[in-house]
């Protein structure tokens, strides 16, 4: 483990996978939700990204953890959490909500499953929603029980992910729609299978319910997957920027507000339903987002990693303090996301921009820890 970097104890939780995780190689580990994501194996990154596009893949993402809403006010309190209108959610399908505190500022943006009338699942981000959902049944006198159950997510992606799956596990997979999920036999187990994933290729997750499985069903797929030209991986950073799918702790944070992030198809401003953070998110809506999440390509040459932010200006002068000598070359933005794109030739970043700049096509400027300047356009996602 001395590679990963880490200093192992029990406030890291290892997974139901990761005995195979390490097994393969895995060459690094990061900490998401108090437990241990697979970060990189063998392959580079633009390997990686390749064998991703064009054959099968499966991830640890047993980080995702699940906070379970279960009770008679169960539906009540899931929709006091977010401003997506949730009335017309159905057993048997999961939707992106964005989750938001009384200054409507953004907790995380997990995907919900509905179980049932009164069962729920939050699948999240890196943030400790257990923690705000019991706070708020307790504080609401509401008739619910939160807790966290032994759910562990394996996502399986790629454009073969289909195939495989529908081997192992029968023609239902294949029938299932995008943001849908069934129940199939697994390993003589009932688990749930949701067509989703953390990326633009195509995949799905299991839901895996009970731990002890863990390395069984890992082998399952495997095996299986030989004939497919099965990788382990993780979520790809050129695939993810690509295809633009948000990061909670990169991308937006509880500084930024859902309609910055692109959410508000999302968000329901009405009167019929009431959530917390309607009145702030309200006013924010009458006067509009004043910075925008954006697309930003630039350079011709792989840029540093960007381990921190990169400054995103209107001019090519330094952007130490804010602005040149000059007074014109203004930071109206920070990458929080970038590296190189071998499809396009190009790097590729995620920016917050401010209003006056956030036009497709605008002209900017990236600056990266080496000292360079790069020509940069602002562009929609996916790239």
């Known amino acids: 483990m001395g590679q990963a970097g880490l200093n192992m104890s029990r406030r890291i939780r290892r997974t139901p996978?990761?005995?195979?995780?390490?097994?393969?190689?895995?060459?690094?580990?990061?900490?998401?939700?108090?437990?241990?994501?697979?970060?990189?194996?063998?392959?580079?990154?633009?390997?990686?990204?390749?064998?991703?596009?064009?054959?099968?893949?499966?991830?640890?993402?047993?980080?995702?953890?699940?906070?379970?809403?279960?009770g008679p006010d169960a539906a009540r309190l899931?929709?006091?959490?977010?401003?997506?209108?949730?009335?017309?959610?159905?057993?048997?399908?999961?939707?992106?909500?964005?989750?938001?505190?009384?200054?409507?500022?953004?907790?995380?943006?997990?995907?919900?499953?509905?179980?049932?009338?009164?069962?729920?699942?939050?699948?999240?981000?890196?943030?400790?929603?257990?923690?705000?959902?019991?706070?708020?049944?307790?504080?609401?006198?509401?008739?619910?029980?939160?807790?966290?159950?032994?759910?562990?997510?394996?996502a399986i992606q790629g454009p073969k992910a289909q195939a495989l799956m529908t081997q192992l596990f029968g023609d239902g997979i294949a029938a299932l729609g995008h943001f849908r999920f069934g129940i199939f036999?697994?390993?003589?187990?009932?688990?749930?299978?949701?067509?989703?994933?953390?990326?633009?290729?195509?995949?799905?997750?299991?839901?895996?319910q009970d731990s002890a499985?863990?390395?069984?069903?890992?082998?399952?797929?495997?095996?299986?997957?030989?004939?497919?030209?099965?990788?382990?991986?993780?979520?790809?950073?050129?695939?993810r920027i690509e295809g633009g799918l948000m990061s909670y702790g990169n991308e937006f944070t509880r500084e930024n507000n859902p309609l910055e992030c692109g959410f508000g198809p999302l968000c329901?401003?009405?009167?019929?339903?009431?959530?917390?953070?309607?009145?702030?998110?309200?006013?924010?809506?009458?006067?509009?987002p004043q910075r925008m999440l954006r697309g930003i390509k630039f350079g011709d040459g792989p840029s540093p990693p960007c381990g921190e932010p990169f400054p995103v200006t209107?001019?090519?002068?330094?952007s130490s303090g804010g602005q040149s000598s000059a007074g014109r070359d203004e930071i109206v933005g920070q990458i929080t996301s970038g590296i190189y794109s071998p499809r396009l030739g190009c790097n590729v970043g995620m920016s917050m921009i401010e209003k006056t700049h956030w036009e497709f096509g605008t002209r900017l400027f990236v600056h990266t820890p080496d000292g360079k300047t790069h020509n940069g356009t602002v562009e929609p996602f996916p790239f």
């Open 78 to 154: 899931v929709q006091i959490m977010t401003p997506r209108d949730l009335r017309g959610a159905e057993t048997g399908q999961c939707l992106y909500v964005p989750l938001i505190d009384q200054n409507a500022g953004m907790l995380n943006d997990p995907v919900l499953l509905k179980l049932a009338e009164d069962r729920f699942w939050l699948s999240i981000a890196d943030s400790d929603i257990l923690l705000w959902a019991r706070g708020l049944a307790i504080g609401m006198g509401l008739d619910v029980v939160v807790d966290e159950p032994d759910v562990s997510p394996l």
């Open 268 to 288: 329901h401003l009405g009167d019929a339903i009431d959530y917390i953070g309607k009145t702030a998110l309200r006013e924010l809506a009458a006067t509009g």
């Open 17 to 70: 996978f990761t005995d195979r995780v390490e097994a393969h190689g895995v060459r690094g580990f990061s900490v998401v939700n108090h437990m241990l994501l697979p970060k990189a194996f063998e392959a580079d990154v633009e390997d990686d990204y390749l064998h991703l596009r064009q054959h099968v893949q499966i991830w640890d993402v047993s980080v995702q953890r699940q906070v379970q809403i279960i």
């Open 314 to 318: 209107t001019g090519p002068a330094s």
């Open 185 to 208: 036999d697994v390993l003589g187990t009932r688990q749930l299978i949701a067509r989703s994933g953390y990326s633009k290729q195509g995949g799905y997750e299991i839901y895996l």
């Open 213 to 239: 499985l863990g390395s069984a069903l890992w082998d399952l797929i495997w095996d299986a997957g030989t004939a497919y030209n099965i990788r382990p991986g993780c979520p790809n950073l050129i695939e």
